[in-house]
């Protein structure tokens, strides 16, 4: 199993940036799909981008695109995400996920979340 935990979100000001982390512990995540997940209120969860941590192969949505970068640090076991000229609209509970198979299809284990709010 794979315990995930989120952290560097908080209150940033509209054209600000933030730059996530999700440490990673228990089995390896060596060549598995790592990725970020974000849900809104009211709204339902969608994917920001994913990481193959066999290669570095990076995978954003479309809408994502532009001011998202994932990236990790496999010594550290560690995620990240870099959000620029952040939003009102990126304002949500951001999750990290891990998905074994290395497929980025299906992610059973998932952290807490960390809430990002945009003003």
């Known amino acids: 199993h794979v315990q995930l935990v989120e952290s560097g979100g908080g209150s940033v000001r509209t054209g600000g940036s933030l730059i996530l982390s999700c440490a990673a512990s228990g089995n390896t995540v060596s060549r598995h799909c790592m990725g970020w997940f974000r849900q809104a209120p009211g709204k339902e969860r969608e994917g920001v981008a994913a990481?193959?941590?066999?290669?570095?192969?990076?995978y954003y949505a479309d809408s994502m695109k532009g001011r998202f970068i994932i990236s990790q640090d496999l010594a550290k076991k560690t995620l990240y995400l870099q959000v620029n000229g952040l939003k009102s609209e990126d304002t949500a509970m951001y999750y990290c996920?891990?998905?074994?198979?290395?497929?980025?299809?299906?992610?059973?284990?998932w952290g807490q979340g960390t809430q990002v709010t945009v003003s």
């Open positions: 996920a891990a998905d074994p198979t290395g497929i980025c299809e299906e992610f059973p284990y």
């Open positions: 990481i193959y941590t066999g290669g570095g192969h990076t």
